[in-house]
């Protein structure tokens, strides 16, 4: 089954304590797509300006993600700058740089109307919702959102979150979207607004994902190089929604399984700046990583 995702294709300006990366490939699309297509087909609805390089979109077709929702518009690409301390865990942002995403009207291609997989990943929330409108009818729809949005859009976000059945989402921004410093309390507040599970992303210490009656923990890779952590959240999300698009299981074995495949994809992406670890990644090793995830986290049950 394939999955639409709406989000934003960019230029980033990067600073780890490793390296600094200028005006490269990134963006909450690119990264989701590009994991994503790794286990489905993936199509893409986003903007660009005129200054960006046919290399990149020639990159995004080498994947097999449909790009004919890619618009490219007069005026400039969505530039994003941020900065990472020695805590690799979030991202200081110091420049966003709206530039085309300000005129950006989506419009789906007839063929991405009956997506049955959607995600809104990280873009102005009054755009999710537009996107959210023109497919007919998904069997599955996720969104993430980042503090930007949060502050600048609560209303217009709110309004999407009701309508989503999955939210990803970093710790610190659910605890910002709630007021809620105690992450529990924080979860179950999202919940109530509508949806059926929350996923909280937490770095290097992985991952929580929440219904209204369980928990699940999935730690992170353990790494002994992580050189920049951009776009591990969107990695995640892409590697997340394209196994379960790929399976079509929605059962709680199949999310827990695909939460797993999420954070293997992630532990990929910041293993280099960039998409460039993705670009050299091979399926194999996806598996690889997946059973050494299995038997880093598997335990003997006690005999009672
Ligand atoms: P993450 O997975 O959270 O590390 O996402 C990183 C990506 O998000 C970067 O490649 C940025 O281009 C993109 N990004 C940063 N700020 C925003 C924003 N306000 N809206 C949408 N995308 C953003």
Request: glycine residues 8%.
């Amino acid at each position: 089954m394939s999955i639409v995702v709406v989000g934003t294709v960019a230029f980033d300006t990067v600073e780890t304590p490793f390296g600094k990366g200028e005006n490269v490939l990134g963006g909450s699309a690119t990264y989701f797509s590009t994991s994503a297509s790794f286990f489905t087909d993936v199509s893409l609805v986003a903007v660009v300006g005129e200054d960006f390089p046919e290399e990149h979109v020639s990159f995004l077709k080498s994947r097999n993600i449909d790009t004919s929702g890619l618009q490219r518009i007069p005026g400039k690409t969505f530039h994003w700058s941020g900065r990472y301390g020695y805590d690799l865990n979030e991202a200081q942002t110091l420049d966003t740089q709206l530039n085309v995403l300000m005129e950006f009207q989506p419009d789906l291609p007839e063929s991405y109307r009956d997506a049955e997989y959607l995600f809104l990943a990280n873009i102005d929330p009054d755009l999710q919702m537009q996107v959210l409108e023109q497919v007919k009818a998904p069997k599955l729809i996720a969104c993430d959102t980042m503090n930007f949005w949060i502050s600048s859009k609560p209303d217009s976000l709110k309004k999407v979150l009701q309508k989503v059945d999955i939210v990803v989402i970093n710790e610190g921004e659910a605890r910002q979207l709630t007021g809620e410093a105690n992450l529990i309390k924080a979860a179950r507040q999202i919940i109530a607004l509508g949806c059926k599970r929350l996923v909280v992303k937490r770095g290097e210490y992985g991952v929580l994902m929440f219904t209204s009656d369980s928990v699940f923990a999935a730690p992170a890779y353990p790494l002994e190089e992580v050189f920049d952590p951009t776009g591990a959240g969107d990695t995640f999300a892409g590697g997340f929604m394209g196994y379960l698009a790929n399976t079509g299981d929605l059962s709680e074995a199949g999310i827990r399984q695909a939460i797993i495949f999420g954070s293997v994809m992630a532990s990929f992406n910041v293993e280099d700046f960039s998409l460039n670890r993705m670009k050299r990644l091979d399926y194999r090793e996806i598996e690889t990583r997946y059973k050494s995830f299995k038997s880093l986290t598997n335990f003997r049950d006690i005999v009672i």
